[in-house]
């Protein structure tokens, strides 16, 4: 009897426990079919792997749905409609984003929702016509459209790469370096040599710069003597102009002089040309043959100027 009542005892428990069971799951049901729902149809231009029914829905990172349903369009197979239902407290507007986002690194995607600026309004769909929002490409939507360009960037990058490291380009590379190297063994040679060179170029340079000091102060007492004198000149010009005028004057007094005596003398000056010039000539002959014979005297003292006196004061021999 005793073990019995246990076994009735264990029954009723587990009874009751059941029964708790599926009041609470009645009671979770009641909840979720309660709770109101917004109803929205993503529709996504590209590849969707990943994404299933059930997938979560979120809203700035928080949970705030999942998707019903999966389907291709009918019109364009190209384009996917994800039926999705989102908490109807949730402000979804008309300028809200969507996109295809992956979480963590098993691959699982999801819808982000984001974005939404207070003034657009409400977005609310129903079962039977749920609002429809166009999704934004996602990053590896983005990625993969650009992967044929980078692919064909790097693939003119390596044909470029190819002819720059051709045998040619190489060789003449290397002469190149070789002729670097040439340079580098020539310019070591001529380093004293260079190092003489700029010891002299300094001291020219010191010298020019003695020289330039120089001629700076030549230049400048010609400066000073260049204002002296013109300060001498701005005080005694008025003096010369004036002297300059009277000597003018007696030059011009001069030659009005010398005009009349000209004309004064007209008469006498007409017969000296014509009769004194006749008797100069003979004269000035006489005068030339006079110092003629006084250069020959000259001449024959200072070669024997003692014989020549001597020889004045001899008789000559009387021969019978």
Known sequence: METRAHH????????????????????????????????LRVVFQESVTGLSVGSAVQYNGIQVGEVRRLELDPEDTRKV?????????????????????????????????????????????????PASIVASPSAIARLLSSSEDLASTGSELLVRLKRLLSDENVLHVSQTLEHLATVSATLARSEQDLGRMLAQLAKASQRLSGLLDAAEGSLRR????????????????????AQ???????????????????????AALSDFSQQ???????????LRATLETWRRLGERLEEDPSGLVLRRGQLPEYEP
């Open 8 to 39: 009735v005892l264990i029954g009723a428990f587990a009874l009751l426990v059941v029964a708790l069971a599926a009041g609470f799951a009645l009671w979770l049901g009641k909840g979720a079919i309660d709770r109101e729902w917004n109803v």
């Open 81 to 129: 409609w994800a039926t999705v239902r989102v908490d109807a407290a949730v402000p979804v507007r008309r300028d809200t984003e969507a996109r295809l986002a992956f979480t963590g690194l098993t691959g699982v995607a999801i819808i982000q929702l984001s974005g939404g600026s207070r003034e657009a309004p409400l977005l609310r769909g129903t079962e039977s016509a």
């Open 222 to 241: 010609m400066d000073e003597g260049l204002g002296r004198a013109e300060r001498q000149l701005s005080r005694d010009w008025p003096r010369l102009v």
């Open 244 to 266: 300059i005028e009277d000597s003018l004057a007696a030059v011009q007094e001069a030659g009005n002089q010398a005009a009349g005596l000209l004309g004064e003398n007209r």
């Open 276 to 286: 004194g010039l006749g008797r100069l000539a003979p004269a000035l002959a006489e």
